[in-house]
């Protein structure tokens, strides 16, 4: 067998290893979200601030503001019902590696240096975003939307990259709402940000 037929099957091989350790990971964390409606409340906030902007009546507005408000109270109170569901998780599913790049056996070869654990993550993601539902900064409501915006796509960037890689999360970001992984981070809390990137190790 010549060396192109073996590198071949060795690419093969990867990518099978790849596809099985991400698909686990995409399973175990939808068996986590399935009792919860975080997803679809997260879109809907997500589009409502958006049609909130645009609004030009008052009243309209303000129907929309207090919508909103209800969806941010009941994804916070969900978020913290899932962020202790999935503290209950066993530690080695719960290990990321802080690669960029997928890599085969990445999770249990890798020091707890490069690795961070995802249910503190999620843990950080409920009280970020309780607190701006509850607007502990104390802003106006067009930065307090800007800033859960801002929460919500971090958190929605951590799943993916437990689901697959920092790098797939950032591009899945960037592709999907035209905002960077690095946009998203300045763009949060100062707790929510301090919290996660010493998490991180950033």
Same mark, same amino acid.
């Given at each position: 067998?010549?060396?192109?037929?073996? /590198?071949?099957?060795?690419?093969?091989?990867?990518?099978?290893?790849?596809?099985?350790?991400?698909?686990?990971?995409?399973?175990? /964390?939808?068996?986590?979200?399935? %009792?919860?409606?975080?997803?679809?409340?997260?879109?809907?906030?997500?589009?409502?601030? /958006?049609?909130?902007?645009?609004?030009? *009546?008052?009243?309209?507005?303000?129907?929309?503001?207090?919508? /909103?408000?209800?969806?941010?109270?009941?994804?916070?109170?969900?978020?913290?019902?899932?962020?202790?569901?999935?503290?209950?998780?066993?530690?080695?599913?719960?290990?990321?590696?802080?690669? %960029?790049?997928?890599?085969?056996?990445?999770? %249990?070869?890798?020091?707890?240096?490069?690795?961070? *654990?995802?249910?503190?993550?999620?843990?950080?993601?409920?009280?970020?975003?309780?607190?701006?539902?509850?607007?502990? %900064?104390?802003?106006? *409501?067009?930065?307090?939307?800007?800033?859960?915006?801002?929460?919500?796509?971090?958190?929605?960037?951590?799943?993916?990259?437990?689901?697959?890689?920092?790098?797939?999360?950032?591009?899945?970001?960037?592709?999907?709402?035209?905002?960077?992984?690095?946009?998203?981070?300045?763009?949060?809390?100062?707790?929510?940000?301090? *919290?996660?990137?010493?998490?991180?190790?950033?």
């Amino acid at each position: 067998m010549d060396f192109l037929a073996l /590198l071949a099957l060795a690419a093969l091989g990867l990518h099978l290893l790849k596809r099985r350790d991400q698909q686990r990971r995409i399973v175990l /964390l939808g068996a986590k979200l399935a %009792p919860y409606r975080i997803e679809p409340q997260m879109e809907t906030l997500l589009d409502g601030y /958006l049609r909130w902007l645009d609004e030009a *009546d008052e009243d309209r507005r303000r129907q929309i503001w207090q919508t /909103l408000c209800a969806t941010e109270q009941s994804l916070a109170e969900q978020l913290r019902r899932f962020a202790a569901d999935v503290a209950g998780m066993e530690a080695p599913l719960a290990q990321v590696s802080k690669l %960029p790049m997928w890599l085969p056996w990445a999770q %249990p070869l890798l020091s707890g240096r490069l690795l961070f *654990d995802v249910r503190r993550a999620f843990a950080i993601h409920a009280k970020g975003i309780a607190a701006v539902a509850a607007n502990e %900064p104390g802003l106006a *409501d067009k930065p307090r939307a800007f800033m859960m915006s801002a929460e919500l796509l971090l958190l929605q960037h951590t799943c993916h990259w437990f689901c697959r890689s920092k790098a797939v999360a950032s591009a899945r970001l960037l592709a999907r709402h035209g905002t960077s992984y690095e946009q998203v981070l300045a763009s949060v809390s100062p707790r929510t940000r301090s *919290d996660y990137l010493a998490l991180i190790g950033r």
